[in-house]
């Protein structure tokens, strides 16, 4: 079984770096997006998508702004989310209650990430929905 990732990154050289690491494992299927706008027509396209990957500074609308919108649909608000941004989780001054709500289950910062750590985040989550 494939899993479908949404990607959320402006940056086409990441983007590219993060869908080839995570498709070296052939269980997922990364659509990428280069913009909230983008993600949002995706996650309307592609009703089985399993995980978001998001970057915080997009073109146009930010994350939070992306969150916020994903939030009020209550079709795709249940999609879990990994951060994946090159500004520290504090920064946004959000609570982690709000950041729950968000279904953010995790915060990547970027130049601490390593591939290896992008992929076991995203094996962990899709482990977990495998289990639920």
């Not at 998001?54 to 009020?72: C, K, R, T, Y």
């Not at 982690?96 to 968000?102: A, N």
């Amino acid at each position: 079984m494939k899993y479908k990732i949404l990607l959320v990154e402006d940056d086409a050289w990441l983007a590219q770096l993060y869908q080839d690491i995570l498709q070296t494992e052939k269980a997922c299927d990364v659509l990428v997006a280069s913009s909230a706008d983008m993600a949002l027509d995706q996650l309307d396209k592609h009703p089985k998508i399993k995980l978001i990957l998001l970057d915080m500074v997009l073109p146009g609308h930010n994350g939070i702004e992306f969150l916020h919108e994903v939030a009020s649909y209550a079709d795709i608000s249940e999609i879990p989310v990994i951060v994946l941004s090159s500004i520290y989780q504090h920064d946004f001054a959000i609570t982690p209650d709000r950041w729950k709500h968000y279904g953010v289950k995790q915060y990547l910062y970027k130049p601490q990430t390593k591939p290896e750590d992008l992929l076991a985040a995203v094996k962990r989550q899709l482990a977990v929905e495998v289990a639920a």
